[in-house]
């Protein structure tokens, strides 16, 4: 069983549930989202995060609301007008537009909830029970098509990834680095960078379990075989999607790793890869906020640079989302909005409250979760600058990897999105 960030009962009476992102690693706590102003909030607050996640977590907070609305059980804020189907619409369009604005960055959201505003517009319904299993059937599709999606996802990063290393002629054990958390907690299930990670590691096991019950010359043969020894995952300053989520899923599926802070990428590569003895970093794997039609790609802060430090040390770098996170309508990377997090986000972190006394994470009493608090890292007064993601330069991306495959750049150095979509 992987972790699950979103809960759905998908008939009456709907139900959805998320992981309260903000919490973990140290509490494990869902918490209930009845409507379409609850998934805002928990959006813009981070309770769930991650591209595909907040997409998926808005749509189906549409079809929660109005369950709840047609059930008589709504406490929210919107007094549908029942009696007008063209009230009614333009009723739902105006929350709609306004969840958009929860995280301007990701596309997918904007991308999910412009196709629901579209239902809406085209649909022939004259009653909300009409409409309400048009608008259910796309959000439990966007769910299924995106878990589904993340297993291509990862099985074609991990097939191009050993091919590429086969070309080079590499042989053995090697390592891959990861920024952000792309896991099962930033998706409906399994990942989409991560993914790839857990596809490479799916891949060694196999291959341990078989060499280990082998007769030595067939072990000698095999230690020949290119596969991941260890993921080395970014803190990922300065919310820690890294060290707080990366981290826990990768405890969780038991993949070998070592975290590391921001700053220890370039001296960890320059160490690791002159050692004989260590299995070298070979590949680096980010996921996406939104790719442009040129392929420049907005991530986690931390990403760009993160490139131009594999690209100084010859390390693949892999870019990896499912086509709901391509924005062929914006041309250039310069033209992303980048979201600017609140101040407090950089100032402090979240940490588990440990007992002195026994060295553990403390837990409340009844429920048994850790507690969490929050710990101050910044002197009061300072100004702070907390842009949540950077635009990494197409120039820096050998592949990007989709449902569809990997594609890479041309002899010019361009990539061709818009050949997805034919
Ligand atoms: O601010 P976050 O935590 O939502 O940022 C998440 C990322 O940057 C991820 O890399 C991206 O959304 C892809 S998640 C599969």
């Known amino acids: 069983m992987s972790l699950e960030a979103i809960k759905f009962t998908r008939s009456a009476p709907y139900e959805l549930t998320i992981l309260d992102q903000l919490l973990l690693p140290y509490t494990s706590k869902y918490i209930t989202i009845n409507t379409i102003v609850d998934a805002y909030n928990a959006i813009k607050l981070m309770q769930v995060r991650g591209a595909p996640a907040i997409a998926i977590v808005g749509t189906l907070s549409v079809v929660v609301e109005l369950s709840h609305f047609l059930n008589g059980k709504f406490q929210g804020q919107a007094h549908y007008d029942l009696q007008n189907i063209q009230n009614l619409k333009l009723q739902i369009i105006e929350r709609l537009r ?100 857990r596809s490479l590691w799916s891949h060694s096991k196999e291959f341990q379990t078989a060499s280990s019950e082998d007769e030595p010359a067939t072990k000698k043969a095999k230690s020949d075989v290119i596969k991941l020894s260890k993921c080395y995952p970014l803190e990922t300053r300065p919310y820690n999607q890294g060290s707080r989520l990366t981290a826990y899923e990768l ?94 986000e950089f100032q402090n972190v979240s940490g588990g409250i440990i007992d002195p006394q026994t060295n553990q994470v403390v837990r409340d009493q009844t429920t048994g979760f850790a507690i969490a608090g929050k710990v101050g890292v910044a002197a009061p007064g300072i100004e702070v600058w907390n842009p949540s993601f950077d635009v990494t330069p197409h120039e820096y991306i050998d592949g990007i990897v989709t449902e569809d495959g990997v594609i890479t750049k041309d002899s010019n150095g361009d990539f061709d999105l818009v050949s997805l979509f034919n």
């Not at 098509?145 to 099985?155: A, C, M, Q, T, Y």
């Not at 975290?259 to 001296?267: A, F, G, K, N, P």
């Open 98 to 197: 306004f969840l958009i604005t929860s995280r301007p960055t990701a596309v997918n959201l904007a991308n999910a909830i412009n196709e629901v505003i579209e239902i809406v517009i085209r649909s022939q319904a004259t009653s909300v029970d009409e409409l309400f299993p048009e608008i259910l059937k796309f959000a439990t599709d966007l769910y299924d098509d995106d878990f589904k999606n993340n297993f291509k996802l990862g099985e074609n990063g991990k097939a191009w990834i050993l091919n590429e290393l086969e070309k080079d002629g590499f042989k053995g054990d090697f390592s891959i680095l990861t920024i952000c958390n792309t896991g099962s907690l930033a998706t409906s299930g399994y990942g989409t960078a991560l993914g790839v990670v």
């Open 251 to 344: 405890v969780y599926e038991k993949i070998p790793s070592q975290l590391i802070t921001d700053s220890m990428v370039t001296y960890l590569i320059s160490t690791l890869n002159k050692d004989p003895n260590s299995p070298p970093i070979k590949a680096c794997v980010v996921g996406a906020d939104r790719i442009v039609r040129n392929g420049d790609t907005a991530n986690k802060i931390g990403t760009f640079q993160l490139s131009l430090i594999c690209a100084k040390f010859g390390i693949k770098f892999l870019v990896v989302a499912p086509k709901t996170t391509i924005d062929l309508n914006t041309v250039h990377g310069d033209d992303i909005v980048v979201e600017q997090r609140p101040a407090i």
